[in-house]
């Protein structure tokens, strides 16, 4: 079975502070995805990487960055934390090519205060 | 531009009822691929069916059935019988043939049985 790992189901940080949501996956998959999830709004891509160093912004990648050094791990980063980014984060990966399905993570749900 | 509406924001049916999600969805791709996840509570969104656009037949899976209608560009699901433990949060979502990976989801719909 592929293991999507979210290093942390629930976060809270204060305004400001750089944030680092981290993303594991075991079943050595191409792609890798984090998305955010708002009440009412569904699922929004912020950023997603097809391979090493490589990224991608998706709808709403205003506010973070990422990083992709390792195929495996998947990091989402918040250089300065504010509350509008109080959310849940999931984290998404598939093996590609493009008709298979993801696999997500638990998910994180981080508070801003 | 791609797009998926599920109009149903909640829906509460009683155990037993049978009970369908409305998915609607717009692409100009001639090729691209349909999915339903469900999200119980406890977070993670678990994968339920993926259709291509050449296959409109429906399926079947248990208690479970998806109505593929390209006329009216809908992925409609169908719970019959439906169970407590179906309560959860349904997303239908869309991938485009013609680049990789990403997603496009709708909004969800809130699926509540009550006993």
């Known amino acids: 079975d592929v293991k999507v790992t979210q290093s942390s189901r629930y976060l809270v940080k204060r305004t400001g502070e750089k944030v680092f949501l981290e993303c594991v996956q075991d079943?050595?998959?191409?792609?890798m995805f984090w998305y955010r999830q708002d009440p009412g709004l569904g699922l929004r891509l912020i950023y997603f990487?097809?391979?090493?160093?490589?990224?991608e912004k998706g709808d709403i990648p205003e506010g973070y960055s990422v990083s992709r050094e390792k195929k495996e791990r998947f990091s989402l980063i918040l250089e300065s934390a504010s509350t509008n980014q109080t959310s849940m984060y999931l984290c998404?990966?598939?093996?590609?090519?493009?008709?298979?399905?993801?696999?997500f993570g638990q998910g994180t749900r981080l508070t801003v205060v | 531009a791609q797009k998926v509406t599920q109009a149903q924001t909640e829906i509460s049916v009683v155990e037993k009822e049978d009970v369908t999600l409305d998915c609607v969805y717009e692409?100009?791709?001639?090729?691209?691929?349909l999915f339903w996840y469900k999200q119980p509570p406890s977070g993670e969104l678990v994968f339920l069916i993926r259709?291509?656009?050449?296959?409109?037949q429906n399926e079947i899976s248990g208690r479970y059935s998806w109505n593929f209608q390209k006329s009216t560009s809908s992925f409609n699901f169908t719970i019959t019988a439906s169970q407590v433990v179906d309560s959860a949060v349904y997303f239908c979502?869309?991938?485009?043939?013609?680049?990789?990976?990403?997603?496009?989801f709708g909004r969800g719909t809130q699926l509540t049985v009550w006993p």
């Open positions: 998404a990966t598939e093996r590609g090519p493009m008709n298979t399905e993801a696999f």
């Open positions: 079943m050595d998959h191409e792609n």
């Open positions: 990487s097809y391979d090493v160093k490589m990224k």
């Open positions: 692409t100009r791709d001639t090729t691209y691929y």
């Open positions: 259709r291509n656009s050449f296959d409109e």
């Open positions: 979502a869309l991938r485009r043939g013609s680049t990789l990976g990403r997603l496009y």
